[in-house]
């Protein structure tokens, strides 16, 4: 039983995440404050946070739904939400809670989150955001 925790320990270390070396188990992370921290771009994550600030869309090319969270663990993330592949957040306000699925993108005021939606090409894993009781992607 020792060899496999062992093991397992030691497979979570190599994977990245933060283990007790005491209980040897994992420790809660925030995946957006490490990939910051880390300067990592193209992986999924997954936050929960609160909106902080209502920006203006993008509409240059794809049609995006701008707006910034404060992710639970500190980290100030940018959302760009694909409005042309997924549904808008209409009455989407600063306070409102969020949970969200999507590409994290490094840069140096706390990163970009986007793909929050379906892929139609297929090329990149699916995300989503959940919103008051409904999920939009």
Not at 23 to 32: K, V
Not at 54 to 80: K, M
Not at 91 to 102: C, H, I, N, P, Y
Request: glycine share 8%; charged share 25%.
């Amino acid at each position: 039983m020792r060899t496999l925790r062992t093991a397992i320990f030691c497979a979570l270390l190599a994977l990245g995440v933060s283990v007790d070396a005491a209980s040897q188990r994992p420790i809660a992370i925030d995946p957006a404050r490490e990939a910051f921290e880390h300067h990592r771009s193209g992986q999924q994550i997954a936050v929960n946070g609160t909106v902080t600030r209502i920006l203006p869309d993008d509409r240059d090319r794809s049609r995006h739904q701008r707006f910034i969270i404060r992710a639970d663990g500190g980290t100030t993330l940018l959302v760009a939400h694909n409005i042309d592949l997924a549904a808008r957040l209409t009455g989407l306000k600063a306070g409102d809670r969020l949970t969200l699925v999507g590409e994290y993108e490094w840069n140096a005021q706390g990163g970009l989150l986007h793909w929050t939606h379906h892929d139609p090409a297929q090329r990149h894993r699916p995300g989503y955001i959940e919103w008051k009781g409904q999920r939009y992607q």
